[in-house]
């Protein structure tokens, strides 16, 4: 039985980037060949993966990237199963390193990005091998890219909120602009940009609500609009009370400004995943059963 050294396992770890046991196992396993100690790893890392891939990604960091020249720019969700590996250093790493690539490249979607070139192999190699080390599924799960002949801005809170701005004017209104899109959360940047969905959703629930008035039908109907109306007002860009200035639209602080805006970016770390739930004391019961 070959003698496996500390200096070995610390080769093979930093040839790998693998935990530290793993490397002492594969190296015995492997009888102290390097080699097929690496590639005894790299079988492992991607069983890990595989197993990991049926687990929920519902929580995760927005990576955000603007170029030096402030004209392109990238914001991304990457996603993993518990906040503990969001502050990860090496996800964080990823996600950020994955930013800048969309930031800088044509690729179009997904697919496209996790095929790029990184590393020693691509994306999604580097993303498996990190889902090897790491122990937990992680998923790149959207992008938007920012190529513009005005300027971007950015701001990101807590890694949970990331906002890109495309705007033109002085650098403390795209600020504004970013850190304003990050608190109330507008779904347009006017009205006309609100989804007939959204529309519609709030029409409804708000015949509803009126139907209850017992009024005649025609009064209803105008009810409903002017609930609607509100609603569109709240939810598109231009129209909210500008967060640091509640008496001024954003509209008319960026006319104040002599600045304008053409469109943003807004991602929220696991908006619309459903987040797996667990009921601690009936698991505690079942496992109790299961004893008995």
């Known amino acids: 039985m070959a003698e496996i050294t ?37 079988v492992k890392l991607g069983s890990k993966a595989s197993k990991a891939a049926s687990r929920v990604t519902a929580e995760g960091l927005i990576g955000l990237y603007i170029s030096p020249d402030a004209k392109k720019g990238a914001v991304i969700e990457v996603n993993c199963e518990t906040d503990f590996v969001a502050k990860n ?28 070139p990184m590393a020693e192999g691509t994306v999604d190699s580097v993303r498996l091998a990190l889902v090897g ?4 599924n992680i998923s790149i799960r959207r992008f938007q890219r920012f190529d513009t002949a005005n300027k971007l801005a950015s701001y990101v809170h807590s890694g949970k909120i ?28 006017d009205e006309n940009g609100v989804s007939e969905a959204d529309k519609e959703a709030e029409r409804s629930v708000a015949r509803q609500k009126a139907a209850e008035s017992g009024k005649p039908a025609e009064i209803i109907e105008k009810m409903v609009e002017g609930t609607v109306q509100k609603f569109l007002k709240e ?18 602080m960026l006319k104040e400004k002599n600045a304008s805006i053409t469109g943003f970016s807004l991602f929220v770390v696991g908006e619309g995943i459903e987040k797996k739930t667990s009921d601690f004391a009936a698991e505690v019961a079942a496992a109790a059963a299961g004893q008995a």
């Open 133 to 136: 080390k790491i122990g937990e």
């Open 162 to 189: 990331g906002v890109l701005v495309e705007f033109a004017g002085a650098d403390e209104v795209g600020k504004d602009l970013a850190m304003h899109i990050a608190a109330t959360k507008p779904r347009a940047l």
């Open 6 to 42: 500390a200096a070995m396992v610390k080769e093979l770890r930093e040839k790998t980037d693998a935990p530290m046991m793993e490397c002492k196992k594969a190296l015995t396993e492997a009888e102290g060949d390097m080699a097929r100690a690496e590639e005894i790893l790299r």
């Open 235 to 252: 939810v598109a860009l231009l129209s909210q009370p500008f967060v640091k200035n509640d008496k001024q639209s954003i509209a008319q």
């Open 89 to 116: 250093d090496d996800f964080v790493q990823f996600v950020n390193a994955l930013a800048q690539l969309v930031a800088t490249s044509a690729v179009a979607d997904v697919a496209a990005l996790s095929a790029s």
